[in-house]
């Protein structure tokens, strides 16, 4: 969990391309076989020349006309039969622990685990259990700070500091595809992998034939409304689309008797006071049929068209002066937000009391349900040493029970868990009252590169960048074409940079 319109008609929605070239080169597991030293040249014994007949009696101690002698039993033969014995019983025993253990000649490993937003305490359960399966694996997890964190995995791995195990977002494999590894086959095989995880993590994870993760979470944007405030005002069910949306806002919104705005109905149209404002531009982009590669279209003007008209001075229904849209919701200011589910969690905490609700993200009337997603992925290092053993103890983490009770672990200490990876566990949340309305979005998930607060200083913070600009400009009076034609120039260098 990370800490992370010119008219309401909306365009044909457009899949978003797939890479189907592979880009990394798949870094065999070293497998410690010991060299084949060359052999040495072969001992040949003395030649021996044949004695003359009249020699051979000659000095052999014998008298010729003596029967020979009648020598005791040689008791060198019993050393060899309790030898043998010995032998066999020893094969025997490394027979019976390979078949049963598979662990014979196991040698000792650390595996070093960089996490994210996790405390360790909530992963040593599971790390005690794998140990204790396998005796010869040491799990080291430690919690990183996401400020610089992609800029350090990169160049401490360089340097052989850097970890066997890392978190890293949805949108960042081609921003380290000099540090992922291939999922092997022999963890997990394409075909389960498909059928476990959601299909967003599919697109997101998979490059050519291979995989280069393995999801723990899913997440992404949600409508997290105020029931109490929607209630005040006679609105009895959050907008399903964006058309009862713009319906509710009017009922939704407060001003003084000098028109100035005390209760908003969302916080939508800027940049400096919205949170997420980034993915939400993305969803609105997406939901319209556009794409984040081509800015300069209609689709992406309409889009823009529509997160700036809740702000613009003709309606202002939120601006410039409100407190920043997360401190609005906690202070009951704005009756709407739309974020990451995880945000319940940061409202909840500042303000028990407050009546917060989850619904799935307004929809275009008559298209496909969209929603963006935001989640975070382990991977293994190219640069590790014992790769093999890593993917095995990510696998491990995956398995359905690691997963409830991961997701238990981490319930003890905050309202809930991360949302389940694996598509059959979606039962277990969907009538939770936060996470319900996220599970029912999971299968209509997508990606796009323009995540706020991913802290990667690259492909997200500076394409968030360049649309931060784009959407203040218009407030300037740059019309939304304009200010998206700017924007796409310095994407597509962005994009350019980190293609797969």
Do not use: C
Request: proline share 7%.
């Amino acid at each position: 969990m990370d800490d992370n319109t010119t008219n309401s008609t909306s365009l044909p929605i457009e899949d978003k391309p797939v890479a189907h070239q592979p880009i990394f080169e798949s870094v065999p597991v070293n497998d410690d076989k010991p060299s084949v030293l060359p052999a040495e040249p072969e001992e040949v014994a003395p030649e021996v020349t044949s004695a003359a007949p009249e020699e051979i009696n000659q000095g052999s101690g014998v008298p010729p006309d003596l029967p020979p002698p009648v020598y005791e039993d040689n008791k060198s033969k019993y050393f060899i039969v309790i030898g043998g014995v010995v032998l066999f019983i020893l094969l025997l025993i490394f027979f019976f622990k390979f078949i049963f253990t598979g662990k014979v000649g196991a040698k000792n490993v650390t595996l070093t685990y960089w996490g994210l937003w996790e405390d360790k305490t909530v992963f040593d359960p599971l790390i005690q259990q794998y140990q204790q399966q396998n005796p010869g694996v040491k799990i080291d997890y430690q919690e990183m700070s996401p400020t610089d964190y992609r800029d350090k995995l990169l160049a401490r791995s360089k340097n052989g500091q850097g970890p066997d195990i890392f978190r890293f977002h949805n949108t960042w494999l081609p921003e380290i595809k000099e540090l992922a590894s291939p999922l092997p086959a022999n963890i997990m095989t394409n075909a389960e992998f498909e059928k476990t995880f959601y299909k967003v993590a599919q697109k997101d994870l998979k490059v050519g034939d291979y995989y280069y993760g393995l999801p723990l979470e899913i997440d992404g944007l949600v409508l997290i409304y105020n029931d109490s405030l929607l209630k005040k005002a006679g609105i009895s069910s959050p907008p399903a689309t964006w058309d009862d949306l713009t319906n509710d806002v009017g009922k939704l919104t407060v001003r003084d008797t000098s028109g100035n705005l005390i209760t908003a109905a969302i916080a939508m149209g800027t940049t400096g006071n919205v949170e997420h404002f980034g993915d939400i531009f993305s969803l609105l982009l997406t939901q319209n049929g556009g794409d984040i590669t081509k800015l300069d279209a209609q689709e992406a003007a309409g889009a823009l068209e529509i997160y700036r008209k809740f702000a613009e001075p003709q309606q202002a229904f939120w601006n410039d002066n409100m407190p920043d849209s997360l401190t609005a919701f906690v202070q009951e200011k704005v009756a709407m937000i739309i974020a990451p589910s995880w945000e319940v969690l940061s409202i909840k905490a500042a303000n028990p009391d407050i009546a917060v609700k989850v619904a799935p993200v307004p929809a275009v009337p008559g298209a496909p349900a969209i929603s963006i997603a935001n989640y975070w992925v382990e991977g293994v290092s190219r640069f590790s040493k014992n790769q093999l053993e890593a993917w095995k103890f990510l696998r491990f983490l995956v398995k359905k029970d690691s997963l409830t009770r991961l997701y238990e672990n981490e319930s003890k200490a905050k309202l809930f868990g991360e949302p389940y990876s694996r598509v059959d566990l979606a039962s277990l949340l969907i009538q939770n009252d936060y996470l319900g309305p996220l599970m029912k979005e999971a299968d209509n998930f997508v990606s796009v590169p323009a995540i706020n607060r991913t802290y990667d200083n690259g492909l997200n913070d500076q394409i968030v960048q360049y649309i931060e600009n784009a959407i203040n400009s218009t407030a300037q009076g740059v019309s939304y074409s304009e200010a998206l034609q700017t924007a796409k120039t310095g994407v597509d260098q962005v994009i350019s940079q980190y293609e797969k």
